[in-house]
């Protein structure tokens, strides 16, 4: 076996450094945009500022900007914002807290009962020739790795709120300078998250992993053992950071749209809607705090999974320190990767169109991925043996280094390639989009069933790309090259956290500059912003859904072979029905959530249709709508909602794991894995096609747009019914399900050596085990 170029002492040094330059970066990002003033200061403008970032169209002009009165109004607006988001947050992690302890509880207990709690060293799991630590301490450090990864999670998503609350009006503001102005705030804003997100994550795990190895010292398989509860800890509070966020965001969405501009027909973020300061928290709590949450999660478990395999491949049994922590190399040459894309947005290139927005964000995927990919080759031939062997279900596989290059490069190139399939779906450049804004012509019936056959379809592509990357990884390199696959699809995270950011915070700074009472071209500017961001956001979710099904089957290949399953046969019984079990449990979660969308979104209709009716005043603009209740209804059902479906989620591979065995939950798991990706890829683009065929009728930038609008027309209100309906779709039920895939099978990982010799109590107790 050859030796890496790359020192240990070298890796010791670049981890750390990687993860404190991304932060640094983040923090310079946030201090350029906290040079936009929320005060009413008289700001002046010098003759060289002129032209920079943007002047061809109206939409480009200076406009208002002395305005005191606007700046005021928007500062109050943003305070308003901040304060429900966070207090809806907090709320939410007083029972997110409870749960955590509780569920730290059972993993102590689980795990030290492999042994009878004793603290006797035992033979290790792949190796009974040599000694490592007792099973106690693998449910003492676990547990730790738990908390400590839900902690982490937690503050990615505040942190993500924070961010987002503090950057909307300040984005508004921007844009009475310009779009291009605008578009430079909201992307810095996105920057300050994904590097801050991406950087943490990392150090965090580099950080654990020493701590733990002070104790472990040699025994490797056990310490990255321990280490898996770190992707648990990030999964389970992403759950109900998504599960929760989306149900508020969505209940106030759908309760804004079908009273206010529906029955009422009056525009989007109009002040005078009680649910409009509800709705533009919801795109804080749910598609910035939950997403952040969500990608970490993700991140952690790619990293995990990784790790577990290559501590039982000759990485960890010849204690090759730097081929070890390949996983952290890539993510730590991942953030230098996106530093320099982000320059491209923000330096290199002017926004100096409205139409070079969408072109500008698409700019920074291909960038940052072709970069990436010359980052990898450089990361596996200075970090990596010429020649090694990776853990294959019992067997080690002979691997070349250039193989495990092609791994994480296939997994890098099918994340552009599904987040490209998504754009064109979901996008209304293109003609999918437009045929279902046609559609609206007939009623909401036809965008309906036009809008569900696009996310059928759509499914397709990414599935043969995911596919592809499984085929060819595992090929080259066992289950080890599937982990690193998915690692590959979120190297780049910093820079598809940026652009996903980007999305939300547009779309409060159009609900602010409406609020504001600012004009109609600055809402156009912001509103271009928003049709840009809702494409990109759909771009995201693709990545994090493609990601979340390598990261699974890695888990599951980890799961396996701890669980001492040689194969896993669909015929044998056992197997099937847990196959078809977990099949079906994608179904159960998405009815779930969908219902609990719909109640509060029904308390929230019946609230705002009150207000409307007994506040004298209101639709004349002379009285003001009582904003808080209808905060407080979304917050109510969100924290009652989320419980149900997370409990579903959390308790299934206990019960299944404990009363059926690890060959039933070995189907569970692929039963949920191949059915989730399918559900979670179709909710998300059907979302996102009507969604932008909403908004492609009230643009009017086309013939066939001018035919359909305007707002108010009857294909523009058949557009959003179609808009309601997948609101649910993609930002709850959707996103959601790429956690529950990668959940499950997570923790039946950490929770394996309990299953492996105490589960499957059922059948030892009917059928003796047979």
């Known amino acids: 076996m050859s030796v890496a170029m790359l020192s240990d002492l070298l890796t010791e040094v670049l981890i750390p450094v990687a993860a404190v330059v991304g932060i640094f970066f983040s923090l310079l990002q946030w201090h350029f945009v906290s040079k936009v003033k929320l005060s009413p200061e008289r700001q002046t403008r010098g003759a060289h500022d002129h032209g920079k970032n943007g002047y061809s169209d109206r939409l480009i002009e200076e406009e208002g900007i002395n305005d005191h009165n606007v700046v005021v109004k928007c500062a109050e607006i943003q305070s308003a914002i901040s304060e429900g988001a966070t207090s809806f947050l907090f709320t939410e992690y007083k029972y997110v807290g409870i749960f955590m302890v509780v569920f730290a509880i059972l993993i102590f207990l689980f795990l030290g009962s492999v042994e009878g709690f004793s603290t006797k060293s035992q033979p290790c799991t792949y190796s009974k020739d040599r000694t490592c630590k007792p099973a106690l301490a693998n449910a003492i450090f676990s547990t730790l790795s738990f908390l400590l990864g839900a902690v982490t999670s937690i503050v990615s998503g505040f942190l993500g709120m924070k961010i987002a609350t503090y950057a909307n009006a300040r984005t508004t503001l921007e844009a009475r300078k310009g779009v291009g102005k605008a578009f430079i705030a909201a992307f810095r804003s996105g920057a300050v998250m994904g590097f801050l997100l991406a950087a943490n994550g990392l150090l965090v795990l580099y950080i654990a992993i020493n701590i733990f ?134 330096d290199f290139f002017e926004i100096k169109a409205v139409k070079e927005i969408e072109p500008a964000l698409k700019r920074q995927l291909t960038i940052s991925t072709a970069l990436m990919t010359v980052g990898i080759a450089i990361v596996s031939f200075i970090a990596l043996p010429s020649s090694f062997t990776i853990f294959n279900f019992g067997a080690q596989k002979a691997v070349k280094n250039w193989e495990l290059f092609f791994c994480v490069a296939i997994g890098l190139w099918a994340g552009l390639v599904i987040g490209f399939v998504t754009e064109y779906y979901t996008s209304n450049a293109y003609s999918p989009v437009q045929d279902v804004a046609d559609s609206c012509k007939t009623g909401a019936a036809t965008n309906v069933i036009f809008g569900l056959a696009l996310g059928y379809k759509s499914v397709i592509i990414p599935i043969f790309a995911i596919a592809v990357s499984i085929f060819v990884s595992f090929s080259f390199a066992a289950m080890y090259g599937i982990a690193v696959a998915a690692l590959g699809m979120l190297s780049t995270i910093a820079t598809g956290l940026a652009i996903d950011a980007y999305g939300p915070i547009s779309d409060n700074a159009g609900g602010i500059a409406e609020m504001a009472g600012m004009s109609h071209g600055i809402r156009e500017r912001t509103d271009a912003l928003d049709a840009a961001g809702n494409t990109t956001a759909a771009i995201g979710k693709g990545f994090a859904i493609g990601s979340a099904a390598l990261v699974s089957l890695a888990l599951f290949g980890a799961f396996v072979s701890r669980a001492a399953i040689s194969t896993v046969d669909v015929l044998t019984p056992k197997v099937f029905i847990g196959l078809i079990i977990g099949a079906m449990l994608p179904y159960w979660f998405s009815a779930m959530t969908m219902k609990s969308v719909g109640s509060a979104a029904l308390k929230m209709v019946q609230e705002v249709r009150r207000q409307f009716n007994s506040i004298p005043g209101l639709m004349e603009g002379s009285a003001k709508p009582d904003y808080a209740t209808c905060v407080k209804i979304s917050t109510d059902a969100s924290i009652k909602e989320m419980i149900p479906p997370g409990a579903l989620v959390m308790l299934t591979p206990l019960v299944v794991g404990t009363f059926f065995g690890v060959e039933t939950l070995s189907g569970v798991l692929a039963g949920s894995l191949v059915s989730g990706v399918q559900i979670a890829i179709s909710a998300s683009n059907t979302g996102g096609a009507w969604d932008n065929a909403k908004k492609y009728i009230e643009a009017g930038a086309s013939d066939q747009a001018r035919v359909l609008g305007p707002k108010g027309s009857d294909a523009h209100k058949a557009a959003v019914i179609g808009d309601t309906i997948g609101d649910p779709l993609k930002d709850t039920s959707g996103p959601s399900l790429n956690i529950l895939i990668k959940l499950m099978a997570v923790e039946s990982l950490v929770f394996a050596p309990f299953f492996a010799t105490h589960g499957g109590l059922l059948f030892k107790i009917f059928w003796n085990g047979k």
């Open 213 to 346: 190895k002070l104790y472990y010292g040699d025994d490797w398989e056990g310490l990255f053992e321990a280490i898996t509860g770190y992707g648990l800890g990030g999964s389970s509070m992403a759950l109900f950071g998504r599960v929760g966020g989306g149900i508020y965001t969505k209940a106030a969405d759908v309760g804004a749209d079908l009273v206010g501009k529906v029955e009422r027909n009056i525009p989007e973020d109009d002040p005078r809607n009680p649910a409009v300061i509800a709705d533009n928290v919801g795109d804080n709590v749910g598609d910035i705090a939950g997403m952040g949450s969500d990608l970490f999660g993700s991140y952690a478990e790619s990293s995990c999974a990784a790790l577990v395999v290559a501590s039982i491949s000759s990485f960890g049994i010849n204690h090759e320190l730097t081929a070890m922590l390949y996983p952290l190399l890539i993510s730590s040459m991942g953030i230098i990767v996106c530093l320099v894309t982000t320059l491209f947005a923000t």
